[in-house]
């Protein structure tokens, strides 16, 4: 029987709709796909989200991981350990990528490094032929948004990007909800994030580099520093050349939602920004702890908003997405979406979220990867956008707030200064990727 991806998210999405217990193909094969035929994976970036993807992976039996890759020799070896619990076939440890690359019998990779590393070790994944799950957001800049397309369609590989909301049955209840239009004209949209960890305030000095660790590698192709233990595992989020803060760690996950309700595809009119250090101007932190960005179109608000160090937040969240109508305000997040009417105009109500949407964004994956004639939930150009928007938004604030407009065509921003930041400069020998 052939299942196609419809009928098979039709599936999944009723099942974990319905609270039922993980059902099997949750667990086990691949639906629609003959389980003897095997995935052979390898994880690039072991330690957190890197990880938490293979284990998702790991549920379906078809699946082999036969390397994992990380320049933390402490890391790898704990995670050897960990994938030792749970598969007993053979796999290798690597600390360079492109050894991993170079292996014909890898058919997909993880990629679970920091930003600045994604397009390099993708735009090499589709040259060497491999599939790609590669995290969020998809690149650290504009330009490598714009490489991260071109390889995938030139190379034709099947990508899932790790914005994991796409595959959530809550989620697309929600874009029905909104498209029916219930809510009447939508005059706002206004998406935040407010979280402690964004403020980096315990203030260490630079210290030798740990035993095990290839730092010059993890660094790549980013400027040249010595170490500093609270800009790197997990921290190197708050520093602008591994990652832009909570605009690009939370922001491309929501903004995508945005983007997807309002079937946005090119870039905003213009952009307004204001941010800074404001909370904590003496914190570690680069990107800023206080930030709001409007993204302007024709007839209605789409606005940023993060506070870095603070968790309280708007209508008692402290991330999320406010839909405001006529009718009423949807406020949505992973853990739920209510609906606010406005006087007695609508019904209110509340679906709760379900945790199955790693798990489903993986299968979804390993599904086109086998039938390779769909695109998956979260294709590269869907990950690139919501990256563009983030990248726009800390752009503006890095120059002071200047309004900018970006050209959809051009490439281009409208004041040349900005333009310095669409392109990082690769640190040699680190090169940026050209796809010819
Ligand atoms: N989808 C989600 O909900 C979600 C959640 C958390 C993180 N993420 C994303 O996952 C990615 C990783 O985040 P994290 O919090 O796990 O970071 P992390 O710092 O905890 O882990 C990154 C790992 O990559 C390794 N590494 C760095 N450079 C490498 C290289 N050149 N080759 C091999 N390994 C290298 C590091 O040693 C480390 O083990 C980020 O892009 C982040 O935004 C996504």
């Known amino acids: 029987m052939t299942i196609t991806r ?36 390898a994880l690039i970036g072991c330690r957190g989200m890197g990880w938490s993807d293979l284990y998702d992976f790991l549920q379906s039996k078809e699946v082999e991981c036969l390397a994992l890759c990380d320049i933390d020799k402490s890391i790898l070896n704990s995670r050897a350990k960990d994938l030792a619990d749970i598969r007993q076939t053979k796999f290798d440890l690597y600390d360079d990528y492109r050894r991993v690359l170079d292996r014909k019998d890898i058919d997909a990779v993880i990629i679970g490094t920091p930003d600045h590393w994604h397009c390099l070790q993708f ?41 994991q909301q796409r595959s959530t049955s809550s989620w697309k209840e929600l874009m029905r909800y909104l498209d029916s239009g219930v809510l009447g004209k939508i005059s706002r949209i206004h998406v935040f994030a407010n979280f402690n960890y964004a403020a980096i305030n315990n203030i260490l000095p630079d210290s030798e580099v740990p035993e095990g660790v290839d730092f010059e590698t993890w660094l790549g192709p980013a400027p040249k520093r010595t ?39 090119g870039m905003p009119r213009s952009i307004q920004v204001n941010g800074g250090n404001f909370l904590y101007p003496n914190g570690m932190h680069e990107t800023f702890d206080t930030l709001s960005v409007m993204y302007q179109f024709d007839d209605y608000i789409f606005s940023w908003e993060n506070n870095a160090g603070i968790e309280s937040g708007p209508y008692g969240k402290n991330y999320g997405l406010a839909f405001i109508g006529q009718n009423g305000t949807v406020v949505a997040n992973r853990e739920s979406w209510e609906v606010y009417p406005e006087k007695d105009k609508i019904p209110a109500k509340t679906i709760k979220g379900d945790n199955k949407e790693h798990r489903l964004h993986v299968l979804d994956f390993l599904y086109c990867m086998k039938t390779r004639n769909q695109k998956t939930a979260c294709p590269i150009e869907t990950g690139s956008l919501s990256a563009k928007y983030a990248h726009l938004g800390n752009i503006s604030a890095r120059m002071r707030g200047i309004s900018l407009q970006y050209g959809n065509n051009n490439h281009q921003f409208n004041v040349s200064e900005a333009n310095k930041f669409i392109k990082p400069s690769y640190r040699a020998p680190w090169e940026f990727p050209e796809i010819g």
């Open 6 to 41: 419809r009928s098979f998210l039709k599936k999944t999405s009723f099942a974990v709709a319905s609270g039922m217990a993980m059902p099997a193909y949750l667990r086990g094969a691949v639906p629609g796909v003959s389980a003897n035929d095997k995935i052979n994976v």
């Open 123 to 163: 735009v090499d994944a589709c040259k060497a032929g491999k599939d790609v799950y590669v995290e969020k957001p998809v690149s650290n800049s504009i330009a490598e948004c714009d490489v991260m397309v071109a390889a995938a369609n030139k190379y034709n590989r099947v990508v899932q990007v790790g914005m």
């Open 227 to 265: 170490f500093n233990s609270q800009r790197f595992h997990g921290l190197w989020r708050m520093f602008w050349d591994y990652g832009g803060g909570l605009l690009t760690d939370w922001g491309v996950h929501l903004l995508d939602m945005a983007l997807w309700t309002q079937k946005i595809n």
